[in-house]
C-alpha cells in the first residue's frame, strides 16, 4: 500500500469518532516506524528488542515438492519472508530461487520436469497470481492481475495445468486450463460456478478433472468435469450432506479417494465409485481425523496422517491388500506435508514439534529407513531450556470437556504463581497444536507467564460434533468456554488469577474482544489482532469470494432473526463493558477482516475512556509475513503485557 493510500486509510478510521466525540478524546500520540503507524505506543526498550530477537531468529523449512530428479522444494526464511529454496541432498544447502519482498505461498512441480509453478501475492493482499518457472531463469506470469487464483494441478504427463479463479467483488469462481508447452500459454475457462471451488485432480488421459464445491467448512461436495465440453456431474448427489478433502482418481479411472466425514462423528479416508456414489471406508477403526494422504505412483502403497489429540501419526499400508508396511518412526509432532517422491521410492514428510522450528524427513518404502534432508535452526536458543506443552482439559459450564496447551516458565518452580496469558486461536475451525510455538516460548521466557493454548468448543480436530457446537446463535457459548477456563486458572496454585490477559488473532481476535467484554473484572487487558468486532459489518466487507462461505459458519446477516443475535453479542454492542487497556493490530490489506473492523473498535474504546494502544502496518494482510513487521508487533506486545502485568492494567 502506498503511504498516500495509508494516510486515506488513517483519515477514514479517524472519520469513524463523530464531532462531538473527537472534542472530548485526546489525540493519539502517533509515531511511524517503518512501514507501521503506531498510535499510543512507547518506545521499545532495548532490552525488549534484543529478547525479541533470540526467538525471531528461529528458522523452518517447510516442504513443497519433489522436482523430477528427486530433490527438493522448501519454503523457508533467510532474508525478509519465506521463499521457494533448493535443496539437492540430505543435508545440502538450501540454493535460494526467488528473492521477494512479499512471501511466496506455495509451489507446485511439473512433472517430468525441473519446473514448477510458484503462488504468491503482494503485501498479503491475498490476491494470489500463479507463475511458472525452473530452477534458473524468469518466471512466466498466467493468471490475470486484479484476479484470485489457486488450488494449482498440473496434469501427470506435465502439459496441462488446471486451477481456479476468483474476481473482485464477485463469489463466483471459474476452473481454468492452459496448456504449460504452449510458446505462450492462454488459459481458456472449463467451467464456470457460482460459489467456491477448488481443482483437486486430473485424470491421466486429461479428459476429466475433479473439483470441490464448498458449501462451508462442514460441507462439500465432489464434482467430476469432461474438460472437453465443461459438464460437470456431481459424485453422490443423494449422499447425507458432508466434507471431502483432497479427492484424486485412482489408476482404474472409475474410483476415487477421499477424506470425508460422511456418516461419521471422525474424517476418514474412503474409496468412493464415481458411478453410484457407494463408499468404502479404508479407516473404520480410527477415532480422530485423518488429516492427510499420499498415494505412490501407481497407487499401491498408501500413507496417511493421524490427528491424536493435537499430535500427528503417520500410517503406512498396501493400499490393495491392506498390509502395514514398516512405520516411520518420527519424533513426537504435528505433520504439516506428506508427499512421495515421483517414483514412489520415498516419502517426503514435513514435521516441527514444540522445541523444533519444523524439518524436511525421507521415509524409505522398501527398507524403512528414515532421512532427515533438513536443519532448522532455533537461532540461539537452546532446546533443552524451551518449554514442553501439557494438554490439560477442564470443564465447560455445560460439562463439556474443553482441551488446552499449558506453557509454563521451565525455570520457574511448580508452586510459585506466574501472570498468564490465554491465547484463542482464529478460524474459528482451526486447532492449536504443539507445533514450534515461538511467540508461546518467547512469552513463557521474556514475562514469565504461563502461556495456555485452549481449544474451544467449535474447534477442529475432535469430531464434527464438537465442531458445531459455536455455529450461528450459539457463537458465544464458546466466550463461555473461557470464562470456564478462568475458573480453572483460579483453582491452580502456580497460576496467579489476578493477573491473566487475554490474546487472539483473526478469529481468536473477536474472541479477545468477546472475553473482555464478559470478563473484564477478571482480566488485566487484552491483545486483538485483526479480530471481527461486529458481525454484520464484517459480512458486509469481507472479500465476496469467501463471504457465503462464513455465513454459514457465522449466520446470515440478511437474516432478521440472525441481525438480531449478532446485534446482540457482537463486541461494538457491548464495547462499554470493557474495562481494561487493550493493544489492537491490523494490517492495511487485509481482506478477510478488514481494518474498518480494527478502526471502529479502537475509536469506541477511546470514545469511552479505555487505554488503547494501536498498530496498522501498511503492507501486511491477514496476518504479518514480513520479520521487520513481526519483530516490531512482538516488541508492542512485549511492552504492552509487560506494563498490564505490573499493575498497569488498573
Known amino acids: 500500500m502506498s503511504m498516500k493510500r495509508l494516510k486515506l486509510a488513517i483519515l477514514a478510521s479517524a472519520m469513524l469518532v463523530s464531532p462531538v466525540m473527537a472534542q472530548q478524546v485526546p489525540a493519539p500520540e502517533v509515531r511511524q516506524v517503518g512501514t507501521a503507524r503506531l498510535e499510543n505506543v512507547p518506545e521499545i526498550p532495548a532490552d525488549v528488542r534484543e529478547a525479541v530477537q533470540r526467538y525471531q531468529n528461529s528458522r523452518s523449512a517447510e516442504f513443497e515438492d519433489w522436482l523430477a530428479d528427486g530433490t527438493m522444494l522448501i519454503r523457508t526464511r533467510f532474508g525478509t519472508s519465506n521463499q521457494l529454496h533448493h535443496v539437492a541432498a540430505p543435508g545440502a544447502s538450501r540454493e535460494q530461487l526467488t528473492f521477494f519482498s512479499s512471501p511466496v505461498a506455495g509451489a507446485t512441480t511439473i512433472p517430468g520436469t525441473q519446473r514448477f509453478v510458484m503462488t504468491r501475492d503482494t503485501d498479503g493482499d491475498e490476491w494470489f497470481q500463479l507463475h511458472v518457472r525452473g530452477l534458473t531463469g524468469d518466471s512466466v506470469q498466467v493468471t490475470q492481475p486484479g484476479t484470485r487464483n489457486g488450488s494449482p494441478v498440473v496434469s501427470e504427463d506435465g502439459r496441462m495445468l488446471v486451477w481456479t479463479t476468483a474476481t473482485k467483488g464477485s463469489a463466483a469462481y471459474t476452473l481454468n486450463a492452459v496448456d504449460l508447452t504452449a510458446i505462450t500459454p492462454t488459459p481458456r475457462v472449463l467451467y464456470k460456478s457460482d460459489g467456491a471451488i477448488g481443482a483437486s485432480d486430473l485424470s491421466a488421459d486429461k479428459g476429466r478433472a475433479l473439483f470441490t464445491r464448498t458449501l462451508s467448512n462442514r460441507e462439500s461436495q465432489i464434482f467430476v468435469l469432461d474438460t472437453a465440453t465443461g459438464r460437470a456431474t456431481r459424485i453422490a448427489p443423494n449422499a447425507p450432506a458432508a466434507r471431502y478433502d483432497s479427492p484424486r482418481f485412482l489408476a482404474d479411472g472409475k474410483t476415487i479417494l477421499a477424506i470425508s466425514d460422511r456418516d461419521s462423528d471422525v474424517r476418514r479416508l474412503v ?7 457407494r463408499e468404502r471406508v479404508l479407516t473404520l477403526d480410527l477415532r480422530w481425523n485423518v488429516e492427510g494422504y499420499d498415494l505412490s505412483k501407481g497407487g499401491r502403497v498408501l500413507a496417511y496422517v493421524v490427528n491424536e489429540d493435537g499430535f500427528s501419526r503417520v500410517v503406512a499400508q498396501d493400499r490393495i491388500t491392506r498390509r502395514a508396511l514398516p512405520q516411520p518412526e ?12 515421483p517414483e514412489g521410492d520415498r516419502l517426503a514428510i514435513g514435521l516441527s514439534s514444540a522445541t523444533s522450528a519444523g524439518d524436511v524427513w525421507a521415509w524409505d518404502v522398501a527398507g524403512g529407513d528414515l532421512t532427515r534432508w533438513t536443519m532448522s535452526e532455533l ?11 501439557e494438554l490439560i482439559r477442564f470443564k465447560s459450564f455445560d460439562g463439556l470437556s474443553v482441551p488446552a496447551f499449558v506453557y509454563r516458565p521451565k525455570n520457574i518452580p511448580p508452586g510459585q504463581k506466574t501472570p498468564v496469558i490465554m491465547d484463542i486461536h482464529g478460524g474459528p475451525e482451526a486447532q492449536t497444536l504443539p507445533i514450534w510455538n515461538y511467540g508461546a516460548q518467547y512469552f513463557a521466557d521474556a514475562l514469565g507467564a504461563t502461556v495456555i493454548l485452549p481449544n474451544v468448543r467449535g474447534s477442529d480436530g475432535y ?44 478469529y481468536g481476535g473477536y474472541m479477545s474482544l468477546a472475553v473482555m467484554t464478559h470478563y473484564s473484572d477478571r ?24 463471504r457465503d462461505n462464513r455465513r454459514a459458519e457465522y449466520g446470515d446477516e440478511r437474516d432478521p432473526e440472525m441481525r438480531k443475535v449478532f446485534a446482540r453479542i457482537a463486541p461494538m454492542a457491548n464495547i462499554a463493558k470493557i474495562t481494561k487497556p487493550m493493544l489492537v493490530m491490523q494490517g492495511a490489506t487485509d481482506p478477510r477482516v478488514p481494518q474498518f473492523e480494527s478502526d471502529q473498535v479502537v475509536a469506541k474504546l477511546r470514545a469511552n475512556g479505555i487505554d488503547t494502544w494501536y498498530v496498522l502496518f501498511a503492507d501486511e494482510g491477514h496476518g504479518f509475513q514480513k520479520k521487520e513487521n513481526n519483530d516490531l508487533r512482538r516488541e508492542v506486545e512485549t511492552v504492552f503485557l509487560r506494563k498490564l502485568f505490573a499493575g498497569g492494567g488498573e
Open 463 to 506: 469430531g464434527k460434533r464438537y465442531l458445531n457446537l459455536d455455529n450461528a446463535e450459539k457463537r458465544e457459548d464458546s466466550v463461555k468456554d473461557i470464562g470456564a477456563l478462568l475458573d480453572w486458572i483460579e483453582s491452580q496454585p502456580g497460576l496467579d488469577a489476578s493477573k491473566v490477559a487475554v490474546y487472539g488473532q483473526s
Open 271 to 277: 474409496e468412493i465409485d464415481i458411478a453410484s456414489g
Open 330 to 341: 518420527l519424533p513426537r509432532g504435528v505433520v504439516s506435508a506428506l508427499k512421495f517422491s
Open 379 to 389: 537461532g540461539d536458543l537452546d532446546p533443552a531450556e524451551l518449554a514442553e506443552p
Open 523 to 546: 482480566l488485566v487487558g487484552g491483545v486483538n489482532r485483526y479480530g471481527i468486532s461486529d458481525f454484520v459489518t464484517f459480512l458486509e466487507r469481507t472479500e465476496a469470494y469467501r
